[in-house]
């Protein structure tokens, strides 16, 4: 029989340490994407008192630490957090390069992370040696490009062009697609990468249309998929399907965009038709976090997984990280997003990923101001429109 470690006495609150951008090319994550939805779960659970934890109410107290978007800063903030502070458990940082460098770490201190924004084509392998990290969203190969190919075979797509940031996230976005293309029929006529600090995309743009290809993807970071935007309408370039993400799923890009985004394919997805949780769901974050704010492919996976960290802690009666470890390996909690539960590698023994049946919904589809869910099965809120409207006169 196995006992359940006993709530230290002297425990007045329940530490949570996370890595993250708060300067830095990438510090936008902090105001639009897992870290405000975090937030507002603690700022909930604090304000009822806190969780119930072997008989107490612990409060929840967030440490962040700035990384600046630098991966070594990030391992060594992951490392003092761990041995310094202490903490109890970790939120992920933000991308997928970190969340390969930071998941080692978590996993030698027996730190349970929940890991947020990112990929994790490139973890999954690892994943049966390290049973605290988990990872919550949906990426690459993890249903997005699957869902998003089946579709474009649906609609008789041939050709694509494919441009990828040279970092850890558009490598495996890369990968994941050119073998689904090719799997499924569609030539890939180019794939080039650029660096994260590109500020021209003439060439690539014009190569791409010179080609006259059905589907253009752009896998890489709002900053670059905005620059994306403004060349492709600059240079009047049209393909039938043009997938831009991340960003292309934040509500600022709609607002940035307006109607030229009428028809763009993005990674996500979720909306106000989803479930009816989700569209209470959807006011309560944009009265947070502010309309510009608002994520249409992780915000609702974020809080919905935090929400399980603290049922499973209240589960668990414990702060103890293996105890609360096994009940997040093994049960199932109603949460916002519905009932949600890990698959977790190594026949539950490893570090665990969220199943496609949790999620609502794996590629959006801006129409009408909407990005809606377009996957072709239970979760679809709209069709999907191909080819993509040319874009409207200025």
Known sequence: MVTTPPLDPNKTEILIGASRDITGPQAGFQEYGAAPMYKMWIDEVNAAGGLSVGGKKLPIR?????DASDTAACVRNIEK????EHV?????PTGTAMLFAAAPIANKYKTIMICGEGGATTLEPKLASMPYVFSALNYSNHFQIPMFVDLCVEKGAKTAYICYMNDLHGAEYNVAAQGQFALNGITVVEAKSIPTTIADLDPIVKEAKAANVDIFC??????QNILLMQTAIALDFNPKVLLIGPGCNFEFFNLTFGAALEGVVGEGA??????????????????KVGLPNMDWWGGIVYYSVAEFLGKAIEKAGTLDSDTVRNVMATEKFETTLGLIWWECADGGKGGGLLPQECYDGQIGQWQSGIFEVIDNDSHNTAPFIYPKPLWPES
């Open 81 to 84: 957090l761990c041995t310094q």
């Open 88 to 92: 109890d458990f970790l939120f992920g």
């Open 270 to 287: 979720w909306n106000s038709k989803s479930s009816p949780a989700a569209a209470a769901f959807a006011e309560k974050a944009m009265a």
């Open 218 to 223: 752009m896998f890489a970071y709002p900053n």
């Open 62 to 66: 967030l440490i962040e630490y700035d």
